[in-house]
């Protein structure tokens, strides 16, 4: 029986054991869930109160403020501030020069270069030459430097020179030099003319810092189908942006080795460019003139763009066809129009003599035409074919613009009057005006054609033409538009016995237009 009764009591104990040991575990738990449970209760009630009150604005506005404040900090570290407009010191040339013809096309560099630092750059030849080594102060020329053996790279075409490499590399090259401070790398030819002013003009219109390929195509449709409408010819200019011109270093040599059938060294550049994903910015105001013949269709038309370069001097006529050589023709243009109003040389204006009925036409420090009847602005904007097409049997429709020509009857052929001098003078309002004298030029044994109308001819009755002009350096800031022309004076008997017009060229006043009367 006792033995008994003690087993009894033994399970009861565990049991109660158990139960202890089960409460104790289950209080810590049911605490942390109640407390669990009261915190979503309060941040319930605190969320629904705050989604019930309108947010502090100022509060608001602080931290707007904030993350305006941060986001300028790091727009400003992200985006350099705007540079100083371009300078000449910005700019280097690459010149593509032969010594076959260094004698002759060096003069063509003295004309517009502008020696003892004024300007950087660098002639790249294929061989020493006389000047080699003399200072550039001495020569007014750039630096001669001599071009790489470029024997190893492959060329295959036919009919070309492989001349093309070694010029092809002239962009590569002089931007190895390591040259500080340059945004422009500018290529051209030993016969190219630069105006420099104007081709700064063009460069601030564009951020150097960004990749651009900038000039201009042939004046030949089949030269532009031949090679390529997206490519722009040295021999008219090129500019190439710093950052372009070290992504074109980097590639260059092998992207040369990838084309060795192409041609020249335009086509070869314009490959690269293609590699590199840049497309050509095209300027009218870049000239290859792949013509023969007389410019002065074109010049007297050219387009309402500042001119950056002129080129194949050697292969048409001279510009003044009184100028003792051609050389000589282009130095007229910059000792005189060029120097005083550089944005205006060869811009175009129209106008028209109602007492004579005239239509003239002025292209600033140049030439100005004058023919009898009335011509429409839309054809005398248009250029008149004073010149033949690059392949010589190619008809007028073989150019990449519109054309006309020169007189559409015998009695609209126009007196045309040269450029013989230019100076600066005093406004009568006050300020500087340019006074440019034009006389006529007449070929030998020319005669002129029989006409019926009864209107005078301008080449009887005409011997000297006067423009009256103010210098206008801000003409590229603004919209593209054509100067006005105004006749202030009808031929007449001048001091000399000769017969006189005055015309007055501007920007055109309000509701001035070139009105066909």
């Known amino acids: 029986m006792k033995g008994g009764g003690g087993g009894g009591g033994g399970k009861e104990s565990a049991t109660g054991s158990f139960l202890r040991f089960l409460l104790l575990l289950l209080l810590p738990l049911t605490a942390l869930y109640f407390f669990y449970t009261l915190h979503l209760l309060l941040a319930s009630a605190a969320s629904s109160s705050t989604a019930s009150c309108p947010p502090d604005p100022t509060a608001v506005s602080s931290r707007v403020s904030t993350n305006r404040t941060a986001a300028a900090v790091?727009?400003?570290?992200?985006?350099?501030?705007?540079?100083?407009?371009?300078?000449?010191?910005?700019?280097?040339?690459?010149?593509?020069?032969?010594?076959?013809?260094?004698?002759?096309?060096k003069e063509y560099i003295k004309v517009w270069w502008r020696p003892r630092g004024a300007m950087r750059g660098y002639v790249w030849l294929d061989r020493e030459v006389r000047e080699s080594n003399m200072s550039t102060a001495r020569t007014g020329l750039p630096a001669i430097k001599i071009s790489s053996d470029t024997?190893?790279?492959?060329?295959?075409?036919?009919?070309?020179?492989?001349?093309?490499?070694?010029?092809?590399?002239?962009?590569?090259?002089?931007?190895?030099?390591?040259?500080?401070?340059?945004?422009?790398?500018?290529?051209?030819d030993d016969d190219?003319?630069?105006?420099?002013?104007?081709?700064?003009?063009?460069?601030?219109?564009?951020?150097?810092?960004?990749?651009?390929?900038?000039?201009?195509?042939?004046?030949?449709?089949?030269?532009?189908i031949y090679f390529s409408y997206g490519m722009a010819y040295g021999g008219g200019g090129f500019a190439i942006s710093r950052p372009l011109a070290e992504a074109l270093a980097r590639i260059q040599d092998g992207c040369i080795s990838r084309?060795?059938?192409?041609?020249?060294?335009?086509?070869?550049?314009?490959?690269?460019?293609?590699?590199?994903?840049?497309?050509?910015?095209?300027?009218?105001?870049?000239?290859?003139?792949?013509?023969?013949?007389?410019?002065?269709?074109?010049?007297?038309?050219?387009?309402?763009?500042?001119?950056?370069?002129?080129?194949?001097?050697?292969?048409?006529?001279?510009?003044?066809?009184?100028?003792?050589?051609?050389?000589?023709?282009?130095r007229r243009l910059f000792s005189g129009p060029v120097r005083l109003d550089p944005a205006g040389i060869m811009q175009q204006s129209i106008c028209y003599d109602g007492a004579n009925r005239w239509t003239v036409s002025v292209a600033w420090g140049f030439a100005v035409l004058v023919s009898r009847g009335v011509t429409s602005p839309r054809e005398m904007e248009m250029p008149a074919r004073t010149f033949l097409n690059w392949y010589r049997r190619a008809d007028y429709t073989a150019y990449a613009f519109n054309t006309r020509p020169l007189a559409r009857t015998p009695c609209h052929k126009p007196a045309v009057y040269y450029l013989s001098s230019a100076r600066s003078a005093e406004a009568a309002r006050g300020g500087e005006t340019t006074v440019t004298r034009y006389e006529r030029w007449r070929p030998a044994n020319e005669t002129r054609p029989a006409c019926r109308w009864n209107i005078t001819d301008p080449d009887a009755h005409l011997d000297h033409i006067v423009v009256l002009k103010r210098p206008d350096p801000g003409i590229w800031d603004r919209s593209p538009r054509r100067n006005?022309?105004?006749?202030?004076?009808?031929?007449?008997?001048?001091?000399?016995g000769k017969k006189t017009m005055t015309i007055d060229v501007g920007v055109c006043r309000d509701g001035e237009f070139s009105q066909v009367v």
Not at 174 to 186: Q, S
Not at 298 to 320: G, K, N, R
Not at 484 to 496: A, I, M, N, T, Y
């Open 192 to 224: 190219t003319v630069f105006f420099p002013d104007n081709l700064l003009t063009v460069l601030n219109k564009f951020d150097h810092r960004q990749p651009y390929y900038i000039g201009s195509l042939s004046e030949s449709h089949l030269q532009n």
């Open 151 to 188: 024997s190893a790279f492959p060329y295959t075409h036919r009919r070309g020179h492989r001349s093309a490499i070694r010029i092809s590399r002239i962009v590569s090259e002089t931007f190895r030099l390591g040259l500080p401070g340059v945004r422009w790398f500018v290529m051209g």
């Open 484 to 496: 006005c022309c105004r006749v202030l004076s009808s031929p007449k008997v001048g001091k000399e």
């Open 259 to 330: 084309y060795p059938a192409l041609y020249g060294s335009d086509d070869r550049i314009q490959a690269c460019m293609a590699e590199l994903g840049v497309p050509l910015t095209k300027h009218p105001g870049f000239h290859q003139y792949d013509v023969y013949g007389d410019l002065l269709g074109l010049l007297a038309a050219h387009p309402v763009a500042p001119i950056v370069t002129l080129h194949h001097l050697d292969v048409v006529q001279p510009l003044f066809p009184n100028a003792p050589a051609r050389p000589a023709a282009v």
């Open 74 to 105: 790091a727009d400003s570290k992200a985006a350099p501030a705007a540079s100083a407009a371009t300078t000449l010191q910005h700019v280097v040339f690459g010149i593509a020069a032969s010594s076959r013809f260094w004698d002759k096309r």
